[in-house]
């Protein structure tokens, strides 16, 4: 059956409402009859939605790529601040199940938050997804240099912008055909950190206790003490580690039976990115020749070091497929996210045509090379810089989510069939509390780039968005009945 589909513009849930008055045949975003917005195709069912989610988490080339940065400056304290980001990011996933299921659309957090704590959250929240998803594809494709350097050389940001432009190639492709390929490619990235696991418990240097320890190397490889303070401002980045799990409401409108599958597309991605992402850390916690070579974040030399030059060799190749895999999933989220964007008319009405094109295979192809062609370029800025500004863009990005969730009873949404978390309201309202602490222990640097990119955002939104509130920012949710 052909999905309806309403807008939020203080209407009440499931109503169809008129698209306003610029909303005629042939504008952005309507379908090819003229008669709504277009939707993307429902093609996959839960696994299919798993797979494409958990290679969005990227468990393999996040523990390669960025858990590294976090043995640099917590060591042996890095597996429990991973622990802690995961247990946060279980409330996350409640806010994320529920919300998913009573609002399935492409526009993922925006649609949500601005169906249930108005427009101009929900456009913030836009903004800081969109930074999000900007920035992290390439974050991790510059990783891919490392692992493919017993093969070939390449320097990082050239690597990443190629692994960059592979990614968007895949991603003009049907998301059935890409569910697929990543599949291949997820395999070859749980092989990879299995290996890890199971060589650095088997050459243990420590015992269980170091994994909550407060260790990391000094000047002169003497130990030094990791501070409480240290590990809670680690916290943005741990929640970055699992962060994926929220691709599954991006492909909420292509899920098939989204009321039951959206919420268990979040949990069980957590639970087996989580399962694969801190076991490995565990194993390379305990079996790390000493504090300098944990701190020192070389885990291919580690593995080689564990076994023999080839393993070390199958272990990088492995993570350097992971990394093009992870670039694909990411194009193929980011790419529905700036086409939903365009839907609900966020920009003005050229741009907003230019980017709702699909292509022949039902991918909005436009809104795919807009977000791959500058990923590309991005490979080229400094790391920490974008380490930070994303730390800093997901938390919030998660207490705004988490505000939604709470207000997602009221009214006629709390009559309406979705899943539903345990614990409300308490789980929200600590889940803001220890995210709004965790935001005050950033890099004050950060913080300004992230609050200015959010006060220019506020401003478009006061300057044109607002004004036009009859024709612009229509957030789509397409109903499932």
Request: proline share 6%; charged share 10%; net charge neutral.
């Amino acid at each position: 059956m052909t999905d309806t589909l309403r807008t939020v513009d203080s209407v009440p849930a499931r109503v169809p409402v008129p698209l306003g008055a610029d909303s005629g045949p042939g504008e952005a975003g309507l379908d090819e009859a003229g008669t709504g917005p277009r939707t993307l195709k429902r093609s996959i069912g839960v696994v299919g939605g798993t797979l494409l989610t958990i290679s969005c988490v990227t468990p393999a080339s996040t523990l390669f790529v960025v858990v590294p940065d976090l043995f640099g400056s917590l060591g042996t304290a890095t597996a429990l601040t991973v622990a802690v980001g995961s247990l946060l990011c279980i409330a996350v996933a409640f806010c994320y199940s529920e919300l998913g299921t009573l609002i399935p659309s492409a526009g993922g957090e925006y649609a949500m938050v601005s169906t249930m704590a108005g427009r101009l959250a929900g456009w913030l929240v836009f903004v800081l997804s969109l930074l999000v998803v900007m920035i992290v594809p390439p974050v991790i494709a510059m990783g891919t240099a490392d692992y493919l350097a017993p093969l070939v050389h390449f320097d990082a940001p050239w690597a990443g912008a190629g692994v960059m432009v592979l990614a968007t190639l895949a991603g003009l492709l049907d998301l059935r055909a890409n569910a697929w390929i990543t599949g291949i490619f997820l395999v070859l990235e749980v092989v990879a950190a299995a290996v890890v696991a199971v060589l650095g418990f088997a050459h243990a240097e420590r015992g269980a206790g170091s994994l909550v320890s407060m260790e990391v190397a000094g000047p002169g490889g003497h130990p030094d003490t990791v501070t409480v303070m240290l590990v809670v401002s680690g916290l943005a980045i741990a929640l970055f580690v699992t962060q994926g799990f929220s691709t599954a409401v991006y492909l909420s409108e292509e899920l098939e039976n989204p009321r039951r599958n959206v919420a268990r597309t979040v949990l069980a991605t957590l639970a087996i990115s989580t399962v694969i992402i801190l076991v490995p850390v565990a194993a390379i916690t305990v079996g790390a020749p000493d504090l300098a070579a944990l701190t020192g974040g070389d885990i291919s030399g580690m593995v080689a070091a564990w076994s023999n030059s080839a393993v070390g060799t199958f272990v990088s190749l492995c993570v350097a497929l992971a990394i093009i895999n992870a670039g694909i999933v990411m194009v193929i989220q980011n790419s529905r996210v700036l086409f939903a964007s365009a839907r609900d008319k966020a920009w003005p009405e050229p741009v907003n045509n230019v980017l709702s094109k699909l292509g022949r295979f039902g991918s909005p192809w436009v809104a795919t090379l807009v977000v791959g062609v500058p990923g590309a370029a991005l490979c080229f800025v400094n790391l920490d810089t974008l380490y930070g500004i994303t730390g800093v863009s997901v938390t919030s990005m998660y207490i705004l989510v988490a505000v939604a969730a709470l207000l997602a009873r009221r009214g006629p949404h709390a009559h309406t069939q979705a899943w539903r978390m345990p614990l409300w309201p308490t789980l929200p309202v600590l889940l803001i509390a220890v995210l709004v602490y965790v935001l005050t222990t950033q890099d004050p640097t950060y913080l300004a780039w992230t609050g200015g990119i959010t006060a220019a955002a506020t401003l478009y939104w006061a300057l044109y968005l607002r004004p036009r509130r009859t024709t612009r920012w229509l957030v789509t949710i397409p109903d499932t009945h």
